[in-house]
């Protein structure tokens, strides 16, 4: 699987951030029922929930 990345994922203040190389290959999901680009992804780590925005 590949990964596209920018200098802004990484930003010194947020220093947790996952690099692609520490992601579990089990937590990575592919959006599939949007009908256009998503532009928005938000994770609740406490209830475990993805919300996504396309438009």
């Not at 990484?10 to 990575?28: A, D, I, K, Q």
């Amino acid at each position: 699987m590949e990964y596209e990345t920018s200098n802004n994922t990484h930003h010194p203040h947020y220093p947790g951030n996952p690099t692609p190389n520490s992601l579990s290959v089990r937590r990575v999901t592919v959006l599939c029922d949007h009908e256009s680009e998503v532009f928005i992804c938000v994770w609740n780590p406490t209830h475990d929930l993805l919300a996504s925005g396309s438009g």
